[in-house]
T-cell receptor, first 115, second 114 residues
Framework: GDSVTQMEGPVTLSEEAFLTINCTYTATGYPSLFWYVQYPGEGLQLLLKATKADDKGSNKGFEATYRKETTSFHLEKGSVQVSDSAVYFCALSGESNFGNEKLTFGTGTRLTIIP | NAGVTQTPKFRILKIGQSMTLQCTQDMNHNYMYWYRQDPGMGLKLIYYSVGAGITDKGEVPNGYNVSRSTTEDFPLRLELAAPSQTSVYFC?????????????FGSGTQLSVL
């Protein structure tokens, strides 16, 4: 079945550092890929998405490129801020699923940015 | 703008007790979902609903029940709580279903069964 493997945390960085959170997936066909973010005390919210190979999703300075050849969707940001401290979830919606009612999530990576 | 509201935020149950986790959304979304997240694990789908009166099992439905009598509400019922149900529960909704449709999540309910 579908699966998502995400970089284990926690990750601690200094402000303005470069961020990479790795995400690889296993799925049949051509899934859609997502990054969700959960800020302290809040629900998950969509950060960015990509629906086909070589697409780049971007939002709030974060980027991720859908790499079918390496089955990866790594999250990157060039210069992190304290406000980026949160838990980040990689997820996929399989092509064979009817809609995204069966989103498959990774385990989440807790990111802490220190001033 | 309320979005998806879950209550309670925290709860401790004794083994064998029952309770209902409440979820309501004010966005007129057709689709609603219940997920659970165990420590160090990804979110697992418990149940989902594609509209009022229609529910279906997800990946881990055992020990839970749901109902969807209105578009707004999607309560999750635990009848005989067990320690294995200690988890964080998330309710979510979306307007339509599509491969790239985003979900709106509540802030979660942390449940401990002792």
């Amino acid at each position: 079945g579908d699966s998502v493997t995400q970089m284990e945390g926690p990750v601690t960085l200094s402000e303005e550092a470069f961020l990479t959170i790795n995400c690889t997936y296993t799925a049949t066909g051509y899934p859609s890929l997502f990054w969700y973010v959960q800020y302290p005390g809040e629900g998950l919210q969509l950060l960015l998405k990509a629906t086909k190979a070589d697409d780049k999703g971007s939002n709030k300075g974060f980027e991720a490129t859908y790499r079918k050849e390496t089955t990866s969707f790594h999250l990157e940001k060039g210069s992190v801020q304290v406000s980026d401290s949160a838990v980040y979830f990689c997820a996929l919606s399989g092509e064979s699923n009817f809609g995204n009612e069966k989103l498959t999530f990774g385990t989440g990576t807790r990111l802490t940015i220190i001033p | 703008n309320a979005g998806v509201t879950q209550t309670p935020k925290f709860r401790i149950l004794k083994i064998g007790q029952s309770m209902t986790l409440q979820c309501t959304q004010d966005m007129n979304h057709n689709y609603m979902y219940w997920y659970r997240q165990d420590p160090g694990m990804g979110l697992k789908l418990i149940y989902y609903s594609v509209g009022a009166g229609i529910t279906d099992k997800g990946e881990v439905p055992n020990g839970y029940n749901v109902s969807r009598s209105t578009t707004e509400d999607f309560p999750l019922r635990l009848e005989l709580a067990a320690p294995s149900q200690t988890s964080v529960y998330f309710c979510a909704s979306s307007y339509v279903t599509a491969l790239n449709e985003k979900l709106f999540f509540g802030s979660g309910t942390q449940l401990s069964v002792l």
